[in-house]
């Protein structure tokens, strides 16, 4: 098996060495991930100026550009070899419910499903200093192994997050909770007593993190699993929302 390891901690984060590492016992991997810290840039891509890909020792490119960069880049060109699986992480702490949708990790793995490849991403929650990757690892070569034995749909994206609190791999199928949008904008000044604003910490589990969440799975020591698709359609929806058109259209003329 072939893997394409990606992240958003950069292409020298600990969990993605970590996790290289392990891999490379089982499978040929190649690591194409950001030069630096790119947390939360979503699933933006660079088109406002060329990227530049630079060897970093074998097998490892770094690129000057977002997680989702890497991971297009290394599908359409920049790497010889096309991958049989895309993963990406360990990521240093959980990407749970609405995180997926900030989340530069999750977005290298969205990449990879998005040209047609299954992909993981796998995040380690980080309550320790430093973060102990290890059940995560762990987590990563069962799915590699299960991938290896009946291969993942392609297209298929996994998200998953692994707690610390728990002594040996169990894995609990689950779907996105919500946080509480419970905190604001933080306000200070500048040196010439100018305003600026950093962006206020994540919510706090708790709008919908009942049995069945990744919430409620993390929050049990189990680690989550959720299957997420590319398609954002809401589908429930497309009835009402005709309806209303049609009215509406009725009542212009």
């Not at 749970?96 to 047609?116: F, K, N």
């Not at 490849?117 to 380690?124: D, V």
């Not at 590699?144 to 002594?167: E, F, I, K, S, Y």
């Not at 949008?181 to 919908?208: H, K, M, N």
Request: with cysteine.
């Amino acid at each position: 098996m072939r893997i394409l390891l990606s992240n958003d901690d950069g292409y020298n984060a600990p969990g993605l060495t970590a996790l290289a590492q392990a891999l490379r016992q089982i499978a040929e991997v190649v690591v194409v991930a950001p030069e630096r810290n790119r947390s939360g840039a979503s699933n933006s891509l660079t088109l406002d100026r060329p990227l530049r890909v630079n060897c970093m020792g074998p097998g490892v490119y770094a690129v000057d550009g977002t997680p989702a960069d890497c991971v297009n880049l290394a599908l359409t060109g920049a790497v010889d070899a096309r991958p049989n699986l895309v993963i990406s992480g360990i990521n240093a702490g959980e990407n749970l419910g609405e995180d997926v949708l900030y989340s530069g990790t999750v977005a290298a793995a969205m990449e990879g499903a998005l040209l047609g490849l299954p992909a993981i991403a796998i995040s380690q929650v980080a309550h320790l200093d430093p973060v102990d990757y290890q059940n995560a690892v762990n987590v990563a070569l069962e799915l590699v192994r299960d991938c290896a034995r009946t291969p993942l749909v392609r297209g298929t994206l996994l998200n998953v997050n692994v707690p610390q609190n728990h002594a040996s791999p169990r894995i609990q199928l689950t779907r996105l909770g919500r946080r509480h949008r419970d905190t604001i904008a933080v306000r200070q000044e500048d040196p010439r007593r100018r305003p600026v604003f950093w962006l206020g910490p994540i919510g706090s589990p708790g709008a919908d993190a009942g049995p069945g969440t990744d919430f409620h799975a993390v929050g049990k020591g189990y680690t989550s699993l959720t299957p997420i698709h590319t398609d954002l359609t809401a589908y429930s929806q497309l009835e009402d929302i005709g309806t209303w058109l049609r009215g509406a259209a009725g009542s212009g003329e």
